[in-house]
């Protein structure tokens, strides 16, 4: 059974493109293995910490002070910790909540402690190297899982950059191959079958014709000489047919060892077709890989170019970004001087408001004032001319 082309291209092209020599083709890839690099740097100095903690002193010239202060606090949380879960177990059940809260307390403080040493021994890579050097026996425990975690990395990467078409190619061409087994097993174990069965029957006949023999020669020794000539013939004549049968049966051995053969050729054939068609596709492998590497060169090229361009354009986005915090600063100090300016206007306008409010008032009494004065004057006056009147008309009346 002939395997399809295209299950074949699929396989020889896993096997040819190595994922360690690609890189990742789209940014959230980039970001996935760059998030667990830093996981897997992060285990490999946080598994040093305890052995960094018990020689301390050998170590506290190359690490500083800020360092050392981080791991001694760091020890004193652990040694807290360690002493808190050994006297957990003696405590009564009435202090059991109290303990529990303490523990979680310290195993936060604990955490916080275990990513400050973590930041401060990252921040300074030439400073890790040196104690992945120095320091460098580790626990089995905290070893293994680094190496199943860098084993996981590995893993994703490559169920990264195998698409959903690949993998299912892959799966479907390890279907047809394991049914091409199964049916060359198959086909190999009825062959083998009929050849044991095949040789049981020519035994099964070989130990009859020997049995009738062995009976022959016993009846023979009691037959007179007189029937020697006659068993002679009857002996020649069994052992006549034995070889006859026996031919036959190395014929049909024969055939089956001959088709046998026919088998082997025919998967030799396969086998040869199989690599000559590998052999092509390898070429075509290594001529897509040349390509790939030389798309990877040009990304690189233009990455570099967007790059240059990205890191002018945040330039210039942090120099307007400055610019818009002094004007931000600026708008924050006239808007605190514009509404302090409204609500003078504000006091100010309501203070001319009770103004001309008092203003109208007393306008409005003056004028009251000014109208009964006038009144008052006019009915003085009024009066005064009546008692001038009377008076003259008094004096008329007595001349």
Known sequence: MAIPEKAVITLDAMKMLDPCR???????????VTVLDETIAKLEMSSLIPRIIGSLDRFADMLGPEITNSLIEHQKLSKEMEHLLASSGEEDAMRAEEQRGRLCLLEQRLKCS??????????????????????WARESPAEAFIKAFGEFRNFMLERLLTSPMEEEEKIQFMEEISLQVKKNTEAITALQAELAAAIRTREEEID??????????????????????GIQQIKQEGEK????ELQGSQARCARLQQDIQQLGAQLDALVLEHRASELALRTRNCRLEREIVNWIQKYDTDMGEKQAEYEEVHAAYVEEKAQLSLLTEKHAVLLQEYSQIEEERRTHQMQKEQALKELNAMTLAATR???????????????????????????????
């Open 22 to 32: 690609l890189k990742p083709h789209s940014m959230e890839m980039e970001r996935i």
């Open 114 to 135: 275990v990513r400050n040493v973590l930041r401060l021994l990252l921040a300074n890579p030439s400073l890790c190297q040196a104690l992945k050097y120095e320091a």
């Open 208 to 229: 009859k014709k020997d049995n009738v023999i062995k009976a022959l020669k016993t009846s023979m020794q009691d037959l007179a000489k007189d029937c020697k000539a």
């Open 241 to 244: 047919q034995q070889k006859e």
């Open 369 to 399: 004032i000014q109208a009964f004065w006038r009144g008052y004057l006019v009915r003085s006056l009024f009066k005064s001319k009546r008692k001038k009147k009377k008076k003259g008309k008094g004096k008329k009346a007595k001349k």
